[in-house]
């Protein structure tokens, strides 16, 4: 497939977003999720012209950890109190990805 040329704007500093997903139970370990966050990815860089896609997960969350280094993240550290999640405020590991990769 041959690859688009991603057109220059001048969007300012901020060509970021933070990419968020979930799966249903029974439809763990299929891929579906890892090819989900790949094609949103592929979007960020080559429609929306965005420069980094991140996601927070909780350091206990293997699978979701195995789905972002599949689809190329690198684990940028850990995010203290990142997230309020059911009154707690829990720690992330903070993964990325950047247009030049």
Same mark, same amino acid.
């Given at each position: ?22 799966i249903? $139970?029974? $439809? ?21 012209? #965005? +420069?980094?896609? $991140?996601?927070?997960?909780?350091? +206990? ?6 789905? #972002?280094?599949?689809?190329g ?15 707690v405020?829990?720690? +992330? #590991? ?8």
């Amino acid at each position: 497939m041959k690859k688009k040329k991603r057109k220059k704007r001048s969007n300012g500093a901020w060509q970021n977003c933070t990419i968020g997903y979930f799966i249903d $139970q029974s $439809q763990n370990g299929q891929g579906f999720m890892t090819e989900a966050v790949k094609l949103a990815v592929r979007f960020a860089f080559d429609e929306a012209g #965005l +420069h980094r896609v $991140q996601a927070g997960v909780m350091p +206990h969350n293997v699978r979701s950890i195995r789905v #972002l280094e599949k689809a190329g993240f690198r684990n940028e550290g850990l995010s203290k109190r990142y997230l309020n999640i059911n009154g707690v405020w829990e720690d +992330h #590991l903070i993964f990325a990805r950047t247009s030049e990769e």
